[in-house]
């Protein structure tokens, strides 16, 4: 990712987001989990895509293929059962509003329960998912740091031809009840 000197990029570091859902889980004993995404082209969802494959990579049990799936090409039902006919007990569910869409079709459609039948851990969304039932494990980006950076970024340039700011961020792990420990 390479952006033009006279752009500012302000990001965060989607391939350690993708890692770091995909360790979490492995931690707590998961071996096939899948991947949820918006869609699967572009530089931000190919970044999350390696993150996850290259974590599972050498983790899973034998015979299992990554999973990866996105919205733009699936209903959120159809999604929630290729995760169940995988047999995933875990889901990376890392796209924006419609993640909400595929927990409620393995909830209220499937009759799964989380943690219990799939564990997940989703994007963060404040004003959100800390009041589901479960509360979701999330990963969570560091928003406020990143709108003051953008604000930064349009002042700096404002004055005069100055070369873009660029500047990426790590996302980090809210740690709640969305998950069971296998192990």
């Avoid at 006279?6 to 859902?21: F, K, P, R, V």
């Avoid at 969570?140 to 340039?157: G, K």
């Amino acid at each position: 990712h390479s952006p033009r000197l006279e752009w500012s990029s302000i990001s965060t570091d989607h391939y350690h987001e993708g890692q770091l859902a995909t360790h979490h889980l492995l931690k707590a004993g998961h071996k096939r989990i899948a991947l949820v995404l918006d869609e699967v082209e572009g530089w931000g969802v190919a970044q999350r895509i390696a993150g996850y494959k290259e974590t599972l990579q050498g983790h899973t049990e034998p015979g299992f293929e990554p999973v990866i799936l996105s919205s733009d090409k699936l209903t959120s039902l159809e999604i929630a059962r290729l995760i169940v006919a995988k047999k995933c007990t875990a889901c990376v569910n890392l796209t924006d509003n419609f993640g909400f869409a595929i927990l409620d079709s393995l909830t209220n459609e499937l009759k799964l329960r989380i943690p219990d039948d799939i564990s997940v851990v989703c994007l963060e969304n404040e004003s959100v998912s800390q009041f589901f039932t479960p509360r979701l494990t999330a990963i969570a980006q560091p928003l406020r740091e990143i709108a003051e950076m953008a604000v930064q970024a349009i002042v700096w340039q404002a004055d005069e031809a100055k070369p873009g700011l660029v500047r990426t961020f790590k996302s980090y792990l809210m740690e709640r009840d969305s998950v069971r420990r296998l192990v």
